[in-house]
């Protein structure tokens, strides 16, 4: 299988999007705004591959061009608009993928309610044919399996924290290695359910907004 090569100049479209990060290439029109929102879980990085944008972040304002780069940070507020006199098309990235993904705001600073979209607006194709009641299953058994991977890993950093204090006084650097690893196996765990559930509150979300959607 070859490896999927990308380009900005006609891949206009979300290139790889899953619970850890959606990146993606944006195509602006002249003149053309993107109304201000903030992402409650994570950050967003902008990199300009053609024309000039605008960027308004936090009330900090700056004009970027090709090659240049900008970040808006978890609950920064970020809006963007092409200033030149072409096409804009940038590259961007926000992580995590978790909806809602994108918090708007009212203009007395209160939050809009949660903004779910379905899953074509980010190029996937939706799952029209699992029942809504297997999907709510599917993120209950996932939420279980969250829960008793955080529970392990509480349990494991009570013990291991005590044998790396105990190594590290006694200059015991396999020892503190060793209780170092066992901590780092027990928080993977934890990711890795917590991506499991991302997938699956993802295909929720999505269903529950999904205005083809004719299944029971």
Same mark, same amino acid.
């Given at each position: 299988? !070859? ?12 290139v790889l999007v899953t619970p ?6 944006? $195509?602006?029109?002249?003149?053309? =705004? ?10 967003? &990085? ?7 944008? #605008? ?5 900090? $304002?700056? &004009? ?6 900008? &970040? ?25 993928? &978790? ?8 203009? !007395?600073?209160?939050? *809009? ?14 799952? *029209? ?10 993120? /209950?058994?996932?939420? #279980?399996? =969250? ?7 509480? #349990?494991?950093? $009570?013990?291991?924290? !005590?044998?790396?204090? *105990? @190594?590290?006084?006694?200059k015991n650097q396999d020892d ?10 027990? /928080? ?6 917590? @991506? ?6 993802? #295909? /929720?979300?999505? *269903? ?9």
């Amino acid at each position: 299988m !070859d490896l999927p090569v990308y380009d900005f100049r006609t891949d206009i479209k979300n290139v790889l999007v899953t619970p850890q990060i959606r990146s993606r290439f944006l $195509k602006m029109a002249v003149g053309q =705004f993107n109304e201000g929102h903030t992402h409650d879980l994570g950050h967003e &990085i902008f990199l300009i591959l053609q024309g000039k944008a #605008e960027f308004v972040i936090e009330g900090r $304002k700056a &004009i970027l061009g090709p090659g240049q780069l900008c &970040i808006a940070l978890k609950d920064e507020y970020h809006t963007v608009e092409n200033v030149g006199d072409e096409e804009v098309i940038m590259y961007l990235s926000v992580t995590p993928h &978790i909806q809602p993904t994108h918090t708007r705001w009212f203009e !007395d600073g209160t939050k *809009r309610p949660p903004n779910f979209t379905p899953n074509t607006n980010y190029d996937l194709m939706p799952d *029209r044919t699992t029942p809504t009641a297997d999907l709510v299953d599917a993120c /209950l058994a996932t939420a #279980e399996t =969250f829960a008793t991977a955080a529970a392990a890993f509480a #349990e494991t950093m $009570k013990h291991q924290a !005590d044998e790396l204090k *105990r @190594a590290a006084s006694a200059k015991n650097q396999d020892d503190v290695v060793q209780a170092r690893n066992a901590m780092w196996a027990a /928080l993977s765990a934890v990711y890795t359910t917590l @991506a499991n559930f991302s997938d699956d509150w993802n #295909e /929720l979300g999505s *269903r529950t907004v999904d205005p083809e959607y004719t299944g029971s």
